[in-house]
Structure formats: C-alpha cells, structure tokens
Nanobody, 126 residues
Framework: QVQLVESGGGSVQPGGSLRLSCTGS????????VRWFRQTPGKEREGVAG????????FYRDSVRGRFTMSRDNALNTVYLQMNRLQPEDTATYYC???????????????????WGSGTPVTISS
C-alpha cells in the first residue's frame, strides 16, 4: 500500500520560512515525478512545484519561484519543499503527490497524479 505523508506545516509570520516534508512508503519517490500542490477553501487546487526523477530538475509556479525550493533525500525516501519569504497568499493546505515520470510533463496545475498525501496546513499571518 502506497502512502505519502506530509509534515512541516504550521503558522508563521510573513517573511518567515517553513520546510515541508513528504515521506513515501510502499513507493520509491525517486522513481517518478513528485509534485507539490496547494489549495485554499473555495479555490481550485494549484500546482506549486515539481521534481523530475533522475535529473532532479525542478519547476515552480511563477509566484513561488526564487522563494521555494524542492529537494530530495533518497535514503529517507523523502522530498522537501523549502519555503522562504512566505507571504499571506501562500496560506493553504499543501499536498504532496507522486506518479510516473511523465506526470512531471503536464501543465503545472494538472492534478491527475497517481498518489496523494493528506495534506499539511500552512498559515501565514501576522
């Protein structure tokens, strides 16, 4: 049974940082595409970032590029999303998703991923 478990969410002030983790079990995250999405109530889920397998090439939503960074630790079967200079508009529940490599090639907001975590909430507020 495949499970993705996110952690690291919380509440910080604008300008602060958080590091989200996504740990997989039953599935090797480095074997395929891993992406982060976020969603706020009443809004569509949107893609935030993605990490290709093998090359570890990354891609980001324009609004987070330069502030967010994806990385991985294969020994821990974990992918990270380092989020710096957080802003109130970053407030959302963040989801980790994984799937075959080609799923990194779709549009940023394409959420037709094979595996999903249950999400971790992030609140940016002063």
């Amino acid at each position: 049974q495949v499970q993705l478990v996110e952690s690291g969410g919380g509440s910080v002030q604008p300008g602060g940082s958080l590091r989200l983790s996504c740990t997989g079990s039953g599935y090797t995250l480095s074997s395929g595409c891993v992406r982060w999405f976020r969603q706020t109530p009443g809004k569509e889920r949107e893609g935030v970032a993605g990490l290709w397998p093998h090359t570890d090439s990354t891609f980001y939503r324009d609004s987070v590029r330069g502030r967010f960074t994806m990385s991985r630790d294969n020994a821990l079967n974990t992918v990270y999303l380092q989020m710096n200079r957080l802003q109130p508009e970053d407030t959302a529940t963040y989801y980790c998703a994984a799937g075959p490599s080609y799923q990194c090639g779709g549009s940023l907001d394409d959420d037709n991923m094979k595996y999903w975590g249950s999400g971790t909430p992030v609140t940016i507020s002063s």
